[in-house]
């Protein structure tokens, strides 16, 4: 059986359950972790940037974000044409400026039957239940000519974790007197290895890049930068 095979027989996943003390504050932290609140979610937002300028690098004039949270990675993008977003969480965006900006705004993937010169997604795809599925849509919906690009938290190695468990979850304990680990588990149902796996399996990945903080090799790097094409 292949690599492929054996992780698709894993979806679609299911979450862990929070009991009631996190979900009494989980919208209330969610919003303010995408806003950088804090000083832990600042610290955050900073070492994300990276992923931010990477996705940038690339001019596209139609594009699709995928996971658009609050609408920050915008303010990146230089010279498109029409700006199309998938949010299901309307409270992230609902009040923001930037929404002016947008063209359409979608709160699933299965409502866009547009196609997009550029696809991206930046530290979402760790989020996905239904992974395969969600990747195959955005195979779909990218022209023969258009690139997709990923980047992800190098969920499942030690720098990361370590990245987090230095800064949001210290933030986290001493507003909420609660463990961020069970966060993180619920949140990143999908490793690193998981979602390289699967976009190979759908895509030609022409370039992968690791954030170079602590150093760009597995294990030792915050974040990973993925451009894919069609095969």
């Known amino acids: 059986m292949s690599d492929y095979n054996k992780i698709l027989n894993l979806y679609p996943k299911k979450r862990i359950n929070l009991d009631l003390n996190y979900q009494k504050i989980y919208e209330n932290h969610y919003i303010h972790n ?23 690098s690339v001019i596209k004039k139609d594009i699709l974000e995928i996971g658009a949270g609050n609408i920050n990675h915008l303010r990146y993008e230089k010279n498109y044409l029409n700006y199309d977003i998938v949010e299901p969480f309307e409270n992230l965006y609902r009040n923001n400026p930037q929404k002016k900006k947008i063209r359409n705004i979608f709160s699933s993937l299965h409502q866009v039957n547009n196609k997009y010169d550029k696809i991206i997604s930046i530290a979402v795809l760790e989020h996905l239940t239904d992974l395969p599925n969600e990747i195959q849509l955005c195979k779909k919906l990218l022209k023969d000519d258009g690139i997709f690009q990923v980047a992800i938290p190098c969920e499942g ?26 966060i993180i588990e619920y949140e990143h149902v999908n490793t690193m290895d998981e979602i390289i796996t699967i976009l190979k399996h759908h895509f030609n990945i022409k370039k992968i890049k690791r954030s170079p ?8 790097s915050f974040y990973a930068y993925l451009e894919c094409e069609h095969m």
């Open 34 to 56: 995408r806003e950088g609140k804090g000083i832990g979610n600042y610290l955050s937002k900073v070492m994300e940037s990276w992923m931010h300028k990477k996705v940038a």
């Open 213 to 220: 903080f602590i150093l760009p090799f597995k294990n030792l």
């Open 157 to 182: 190695e030690f720098a990361f974790k370590l990245g987090w468990m230095l800064t949001t979850a210290i933030s986290f304990k001493l507003k909420y007197k609660l463990d961020y680990s069970r």
